[in-house]
C-alpha cells in the first residue's frame, strides 16, 4: 500500500522486457520478438549502448560499480517482467519476486531451476580459483540464437496471457 490514503499504487498491466545488455548476443532478437508484441524493452548497460528511434526500446546507462546494472534491474523490474540475463547472481534475485528469466542460450531460470543454476556457478566459480579448470565457456552457437527466440516468445506469451485487463 502506498502512503497517500492506504492506496495500493498503480501496476503496469503490460509486461516489460529488462536486458542485462553487457556483452549480451542476443539482443536483435530481443528486439523482434519485443516488436512483434508490442513489448517495451529497455537496455541496462554500464556503458556502449547504441541509441534507437524506436520508442519502444530504452537505454538505461548506470555507474561503473560491479553489481550497478543488476540493482537497477531489480529495482525496476517487477512480476511478471521478463529478464534476460547470463548473470545467475541477477536472474537469482529476479526469480524470487517472479519475473521470468532467461539466459542467453534460451535456458529458463525458474524457482525450481535456480537453486541447482547458483549451486553449479558457486561450483565452477571456486574450481577456478584453485586451478582445477580454466573456466572457458562454450562457444555462443546458432542453435542458441534459435532456442533463445523460441523460449523469449514462448514466455512473453504467458506473461501476456496472466496480464488481466481492467
Not at 509486461?15 to 545488455?21: G, L, M, N, S, T
Not at 542467453?104 to 565452477?124: C, Q, S
Amino acid at each position: 500500500m502506498n502512503a497517500i490514503e492506504g492506496q495500493a499504487p498503480q501496476e503496469r498491466i503490460r509486461p516489460q522486457i529488462y536486458v542485462d545488455a553487457d556483452a549480451c548476443p542476443v539482443k536483435a532478437e530481443v528486439e523482434k520478438v519485443a516488436e512483434r508484441h508490442g513489448v517495451v524493452v529497455t537496455y541496462v548497460s554500464n556503458g556502449g549502448l547504441r541509441p534507437s528511434r524506436d520508442p519502444m526500446i530504452r537505454n538505461v546507462v548506470v555507474s561503473k560499480g560491479a553489481d550497478a546494472a543488476d540493482d537497477w534491474i531489480v529495482e525496476n523490474a517487477r512480476a511478471n517482467d521478463i529478464v534476460v540475463t547470463a548473470d545467475i547472481p541477477l536472474a537469482a534475485r529476479t526469480v524470487a519476486f517472479g519475473a521470468h528469466v532467461l539466459g542467453p542460450t534460451g535456458r529458463p531460470f525458474t524457482p525450481e531451476t535456480i537453486g541447482m543454476a547458483v549451486a553449479m556457478r558457486d561450483l565452477k566459480q571456486h574450481l577456478r580459483e584453485t586451478g582445477e579448470s580454466r573456466g572457458f565457456n562454450a562457444s555462443f552457437t546458432p542453435k542458441d540464437r534459435s532456442q533463445f527466440l523460441g523460449e523469449l516468445d514462448r514466455i512473453l506469451r504467458r506473461a501476456l496471457k496472466s496480464v488481466t485487463p481492467d
